[in-house]
């Protein structure tokens, strides 16, 4: 745990009160649609494609091997007649696939080829033929907007990822959610489909939305620790302070919003963030610092989302600041 964890949370309040020390308290705030909204959304809702887009292509790879593997076996020598032929290494060893029988022996005077027919697997999946089948990458942006769910908690709270239907994170509040057993798992696996960053940032997101909380952690610990200059790292710290956040782990969650608002201010995360430090702090019982980070959203953020800025009225009244 890092030395800034051994802080109390007076000292934490402090520390952040300083931060927020010139703003004013928070303005009223209009109710105009702001062209981010849309791209916040957008943004949610690709990332809960990822679990189901990682399945798609880890089996598209396997497929893949097969054919390389039928293809680099096709060189081998027959028997000799009347002996018969045993069956090459590559082919004995070889796993069959979404329950296919073993493949037969290949031999030099039978090589293998692709089928003429044109007849494709059912189970192979091929972006290129359907771009807009569920699961295919798309850019950022893109995808359909998530269809608003009842809330539970605050209004203008960051969607919550453990529920497709667009479903919000409980208040600072309410108990945490809990965690799902081992045998309820998903799809998802413990390794990235790959080693880039987008993918390991990916498998952090597939945490938070099985509610696995101290995996999710991990990973995005991991990741700021791994990628400091990546695109994507301020997006893993708020990921961090989030996965505190839904433990009722406010010290840490707090530690961890206020490193995205000090080193990420310019980021899209960076009110959000903002937002959940001034609920950690709440939440901690230090009103005065909460509410000095709360009214620091409509100064330094006057074009934050709509339902952040609803969130942040609700947060102040609560408050009373």
């Known amino acids: 745990m890092s030395p800034i964890h051994a802080l109390s949370a007076r ?33 949610e809702r690709l990332r809960t494609l990822t679990g189901q887009n990682e399945e798609l292509q880890y089996r598209n790879r396997r497929l893949e091997d097969q054919v390389r593997q039928l293809q680099s076996g096709a060189g081998v020598q027959p028997a000799a007649p009347g002996n018969a032929a045993p069956p090459p290494a590559a082919a004995a060893q070889q796993p069959s696939v979404y329950g296919q029988p073993p493949q037969a022996p290949i031999v030099q005077d039978q090589p293998v080829a692709p089928p003429a027919t044109g007849r494709r697997r059912g189970d192979a999946f091929d972006p290129s033929q359907n771009p807009n089948a569920p699961g295919v990458p798309r850019a950022l942006g893109g995808g359909q907007l998530p269809v608003p769910a009842e809330q539970s908690g605050v209004a203008g709270a960051p969607l919550d990822l453990s529920n497709n239907s667009g479903g919000r994170y409980p208040d600072a509040g309410a108990p945490p959610q809990p965690a799902p057993s081992a045998a309820a798992g998903g799809g998802l696996t413990t390794l990235p489909p790959s080693a880039s960053p987008r993918d390991e940032f990916d498998l952090g997101i597939g945490y938070m939305q099985r509610r696995d909380y101290a995996l999710a952690e991990e990973t995005m610990r991991n990741f700021a620790s791994k990628y400091p200059n990546d695109a994507l790292t301020p997006d893993s710290q708020y990921w961090l302070g989030e996965s505190f956040f839904q433990r009722q782990m406010y010290r840490d969650a707090a530690e961890a919003f206020l490193a995205v608002t000090s080193k990420y201010d310019k980021s899209a995360k960076a009110p959000d963030a903002l937002l959940r430090l001034g609920q950690s702090l709440s939440a901690l019982k230090e009103k005065e610092a909460a509410c000095a980070a709360l009214g620091e959203i409509g100064r330094k953020y006057p074009k934050a989302s709509a339902g952040v800025k609803k969130a942040v009225d609700t947060e102040q009244k609560k408050l009373k600041c």
């Not at 934490?12 to 009160?17: E, I, N, Q, S």
């Not at 020390?21 to 849309?38: C, S, T």
């Open 11 to 43: 000292s934490l309040a402090v520390f952040a009160m300083l931060a927020f020390a010139a703003p004013a308290l928070a303005q009223q705030y209009g109710g105009e649609v702001d062209p981010e909204i849309r791209i916040q959304q957008l943004e």
